[in-house]
């Protein structure tokens, strides 16, 4: 069963960082596209960015280009989200979600919550 | 960046209806769409996938089509369950992009 694990998400003050974490298992990990996925109170959900199987392509939501960077771990089968110079509209339950055999998020955490706030 | 315009963005339903939800692409992106459902405190859920496929485990009732850059979901007769929130993925070119969402509801 393929399992998707965010931590660390938090409450922190516009302009500081936090890195979140997604411990994945039940699937191989190095075969899969792997997305950051994020849902703002009452409103739709927003990609934020998203790499291949070998982080060779890796793409980033305009909103977040040049503060957030993505990255994965094969031999912890985990993936990560850099997020610096947060602001208040990052604020958001953020997913991990793991890609099919063609890219789009098939499976998806339960979400962290980063609450940005003075 | 391409946008997704999804409409109706909500629609008032019976059980045994059948509704249609569509997303319009602002550039080709061949037939890298998904559809999702998403229910209150829940992830999204797939439901399709390139276009027309049917996730595993989702419900016949349930089709996806294509017509150049638009795009439909249609359930064919609608159950309880489905009521909802349904959005579309472009997933062929960064960034990403989600249409705005249809709120399906009972009428």
């Known amino acids: 069963e393929v399992q998707l694990v965010e931590s660390g998400g938090a409450l922190v003050q516009p302009g500081r960082s936090l890195r979140l974490s997604c411990a994945t298992s039940?699937?191989?990990?190095?075969?899969?596209?792997m997305q950051w996925i994020r849902q703002a109170p009452g409103k739709g959900p927003e990609w934020v960015s998203g790499?291949?199987?070998?982080?060779?392509?890796?793409g980033y939501a305009d909103s977040v280009k040049g503060r957030f960077t993505i990255s994965r771990d094969a031999a912890k089968n985990s993936l990560y989200l850099q997020m610096d110079s947060l602001r208040v509209e990052d604020t958001a339950l953020y997913y991990c979600?793991?890609?099919?055999?063609?890219?789009?998020?098939?499976?998806w955490g339960q979400g962290t919550l980063v609450t940005v706030s003075s | 960046d391409i946008q997704m315009t999804q409409s109706p963005s909500s629609l008032s339903a019976s059980v045994g209806d059948r509704v249609a939800i569509t997303c319009r692409a602002s550039?080709?992106?061949?037939?890298?769409l998904g559809w999702y459902q998403q229910k209150p405190g829940k992830a999204p859920k797939r439901l399709i996938y390139?276009?027309?496929t049917l996730q595993s485990g989702v419900p016949s009732r349930f089709s996806g089509s294509e017509s150049g850059t638009e795009f439909t979901l249609t359930i064919s007769s609608l159950q309880p369950e489905d009521f909802a929130t349904y959005y579309c993925?472009?997933?062929?070119?960064?960034?990403?992009?989600f249409g705005q969402g249809t709120t399906v509801e009972i009428k």
């Open positions: 790499l291949n199987w070998n982080s060779n392509s890796i």
């Open positions: 979600a793991k890609g099919g055999t063609e890219w789009s998020p098939e499976n």
């Open positions: 390139t276009a027309s």
């Open positions: 993925l472009q997933y062929n070119t960064y960034p990403w992009t």
């Open positions: 039940g699937f191989s990990f190095d075969d899969y596209a």
């Open positions: 550039q080709d992106i061949r037939n890298h």
